[in-house]
């Protein structure tokens, strides 16, 4: 089976944003949730699509506290240098063409292409990474475990939603999480058996 692609980084998100998650998810510690809070489209060609590309918030999420997110990621110096360079390599390998769909979780951020070309089989193609927060102390894989087994689950129901082929795909685990641990993001089609 082929594991389900996961990037593991040091830093998701500056401080900043991650007090603005905190607040959005009602307080509690960000690394204890699971649920997506906002989608957006960018285009991997131009890191400016960061603050340009439109912000689409959960239904339950208050207007003030919306703004407040949609600040704190058009200004985090760090998504950059997490979700651009993942798909502008995913495009320069012509494994991705036009934009890519970002959905924002508390502790993790999924990037997700829909390529038009189809497969000799009628397949469609789809690439997909989960970017998260790597753990490089022992103690935090037992509390990472449960709000990470979560996220994951989340990130396969958004795929489902979105209609890409998930039939054969293995689940990470927190092990996957270790920092000597990186995968690259992953052109995924699955097989007709």
């Given at each position: 089976m082929t594991l389900l692609p996961i990037h593991p980084v040091r830093r998701v998100y500056e401080d900043h944003t991650l007090e603005v998650i905190e607040d959005v998810i009602g307080g509690g510690p960000f690394d204890q949730a699971s649920d997506a809070i906002a989608s957006q489209r960018l285009d991997p060609e131009t890191w400016r699509s960061m603050h340009k590309?439109?912000?689409?918030?959960?239904?339950d999420i208050e207007a003030e506290k919306c703004w407040a997110f949609a600040r704190a990621i058009a200004y985090d110096r760090y998504l950059p240098t997490v979700v651009l360079p993942r798909a502008q390599n995913m495009l320069q390998s012509g494994q991705i063409h036009g934009p890519i769909e970002v959905v924002y979780f508390p502790d993790a951020i999924g990037?997700?292409?829909?390529?038009?070309?189809?497969?000799?089989?009628?397949?469609?193609?789809?690439?997909?990474?989960?970017?998260?927060?790597?753990?490089?102390?022992?103690?935090?894989?037992?509390?990472?475990?449960?709000?990470?087994?979560?996220?994951?689950?989340?990130?396969?129901?958004?795929?489902?939603?979105?209609?890409?082929?998930?039939?054969?795909?293995?689940?990470?685990?927190?092990?996957?999480?270790?920092?000597?641990?990186?995968?690259?993001?992953?052109?995924?089609?699955?097989?007709?058996?």
């Open positions: 590309g439109p912000l689409i918030m959960k239904a990037i997700l292409n829909q390529s038009l070309r189809v497969k000799l089989d009628g397949t469609a193609e789809a690439t997909m990474c989960l970017v998260t927060r790597d753990i490089h102390r022992t103690q935090d894989f037992l509390a990472r475990n449960d709000p990470f087994d979560r996220t994951v689950r989340r990130w396969l129901d958004y795929l489902h939603a979105e209609s890409v082929p998930c039939d054969g795909l293995k689940l990470p685990r927190v092990e996957h999480l270790a920092r000597s641990a990186k995968a690259a993001p992953l052109d995924f089609t699955p097989d007709r058996h």
